[in-house]
């Protein structure tokens, strides 16, 4: 199954098996819509993942 919109993925997936129509599982195409699902998932079948890099941006503007 091909989604047009990949925030619209999740619905079309959970409508489909509301209906009972052929479709993508609605818990797997939330897996991969969402970044700390997908991540957990990652973690708990044991893949070796690099962990993400976060940064603080400066709450000022420096002049320049």
């Known amino acids: 199954?091909?989604?047009a919109?990949?925030?619209a993925a999740p619905t079309a997936a959970y409508v489909a098996e509301q209906l009972?129509?052929?479709g993508n599982p609605y818990s797997s195409v939330l897996t991969l819509a969402r970044k700390d699902?997908?991540?957990a998932f990652l973690k708990e079948h044991?893949?070796?993942v690099p962990?993400?890099?976060r940064s603080m941006t400066a709450s000022k503007?420096?002049?320049g």
């Open 1 to 3: 199954m091909a989604y």
């Open 5 to 7: 919109s990949d925030p």
């Open 20 to 22: 009972g129509l052929p």
């Open 37 to 39: 699902l997908f991540r």
């Open 46 to 48: 044991q893949f070796n």
């Open 51 to 53: 962990a993400p890099n």
């Open 61 to 63: 503007r420096v002049p």
